[in-house]
């Protein structure tokens, strides 16, 4: 499997785990909470606030554009330290683990 398709069943995968784990809003964050500069807008999101509305709309568009994909990064020590005493948050961090595991194959 190429790795544009791989990081779209990873993408879905995390979407689903989020659903699951009552951790994916219906609500958006303000544009403003959203325009935050700050690494993972720790500032203005939540941890799964910018896995949903920003990490992963940009990631899948990415991939749906067949843009080139980060390389050599890794999304899990962030989530894991972010949302230690969330539920759920292990089944979260195995998926971000796999996307880790794939950006950092070249």
């Not at 009552?22 to 690494?39: C, K, R």
């Not at 890794?74 to 595991?101: C, F, Q, W």
Request: proline letters at 6%; one cysteine or more.
């Amino acid at each position: 499997m190429d790795k544009n398709r791989h990081s779209q069943l990873l993408l879905e995968k995390l979407k689903v785990v989020m659903h699951e784990t009552g951790l994916w809003e219906s609500v958006a964050p303000s544009q403003a909470s959203l325009a935050s500069t700050e690494p993972f807008a720790v500032d203005t999101l939540t941890c799964n606030q910018w896995l949903q509305w920003i990490f992963i709309p940009k990631m899948t568009q990415l991939v749906t554009m067949q843009q080139p994909l980060p390389a050599h990064f890794e999304l899990s020590p962030y989530v894991e330290e972010a949302m230690k005493h969330n539920k759920g948050v292990g089944a979260i961090i195995r998926v971000t683990r796999e996307l880790d595991n794939l950006f950092k194959a070249q």
